[in-house]
């Protein structure tokens, strides 16, 4: 058996991760301190993008066991899980997760649980595009104008465009109208395309 890692994770500064490294040893992992780590960061924040997993994740070798106390620990959601316990399988990392049990979910039980999983991620996902696609077309529906605010109201480029045809400088006209040079420029190339106007 290789060597044998606990990721404990906490969200705010005034929580602990002690209870986390007393349920592994509980469960019967023998862990060096070194290689228990801990951080405290915000569950919305993916396991790629958190500092002390990602340190863990250059010590991780083919071999060794990583556990966990609850999957969350590992991702925000069912998606991020899922990408972590799949990249972890592919180095040759095992799995525990003891909130299923101490389940491997690198073994063929794990794998069911990770189907499972993705079936969850796939069901979050398309709830997420329907949910945006409603929202969408609700605020189109009432009216409401989607996208960036334009920086120019049609008086403004219209005088833009005057001075532009005066062969006023791009950055004078922006300096005017207390707007950014690539306004200016988006505004002028809007106008020159075929069929524009």
Not at 4 to 22: E, G, K, L
Not at 101 to 114: E, N
Not at 160 to 178: D, M, P, Q, Y
């Amino acid at each position: 058996m290789g060597r044998v890692f606990a990721y404990c994770r906490v969200s705010t500064s005034d929580q602990t991760t002690d209870n986390q490294v007393h349920e592994i040893v509980a469960a019967g992992f023998s862990i060096e301190p070194r290689r228990v780590i801990a951080e405290c960061v915000s569950g919305s924040v993916a396991a790629r993008e958190r500092k002390g997993f990602a340190k863990l994740r250059d010590r991780l070798e083919a071999g060794d066991v990583l556990v966990v106390t609850k999957l969350d620990r590992l991702g925000r959601n069912a998606m991020d899980v899922r990408a972590t316990v799949e990249d972890l399988s592919m180095a040759g990392v095992r799995v525990h997760c003891l909130a299923l049990g101490g389940a491997d979910l690198t073994s063929a039980a794990g794998k069911m649980t990770m189907a499972v999983l993705s079936a969850v991620a796939e069901f979050e996902r398309d709830l997420l595009l329907e949910r945006t696609a409603a929202g969408l077309a609700r605020a189109k529906a009432s009216g409401k104008v989607l996208g960036r605010p334009r920086a120019l109201d049609a008086g403004q480029e219209a005088q833009a465009l005057s001075w532009l045809a005066k062969g006023e400088s791009v950055a004078a006209i922006a300096r005017r109208l207390n707007t950014s040079r690539q306004t200016i420029m988006r505004l002028r190339a809007c106008t020159s395309e075929p069929g524009a106007n």
